[in-house]
């Protein structure tokens, strides 16, 4: 099987995005490492060992945008309300149709107090 560059480099995203939510790493050291990485891809003359490293550098700076990320999200203001639910008014742009999934309310359908 191969796989291609843009596609790795896709995958390599992915990874760093998902091992911030399993780690989470201080954006500076990451950042860093990301230069260094991205220093070694100009120093390095091959194509072929050039684009590991182009990977693992977009591993580097995913896995820091993500860890930056949910640190964000664990200092916001509904952050105490996690886990919780409320009763909302929900006004649809459109009638439901018989495929959906819908309650069957027409334009407005009132679900509870806010």
Excluded: K, N, Y
């Excluded at 896995?63 to 640190?71: H, I, P, Q, V």
């Excluded at 006004?91 to 959906?100: G, I, W």
């Amino acid at each position: 099987m191969t796989i291609r560059f843009p596609h790795a480099l896709v995958g390599a995203v992915c990874i760093g995005c998902a091992a911030s939510d399993a780690v989470r790493v201080p954006v500076g050291t990451t950042l860093v490492a990301a230069a260094v990485l991205a220093t070694l891809i100009f120093g390095l003359g091959d194509p072929r060992r050039r684009r590991p490293a182009v990977a693992a550098a977009l591993v580097a700076v995913a896995w820091a945008w993500g860890s930056m990320r949910l640190a964000q999200l664990d200092h916001s203001v509904l952050a105490p309300r996690i886990g919780t639910f409320e009763q909302a008014l929900v006004e649809v742009e459109e009638a439901p149709r018989a495929e959906s999934s819908t309650s069957g309310c027409g334009r407005s359908c009132f679900v509870g107090e806010l």
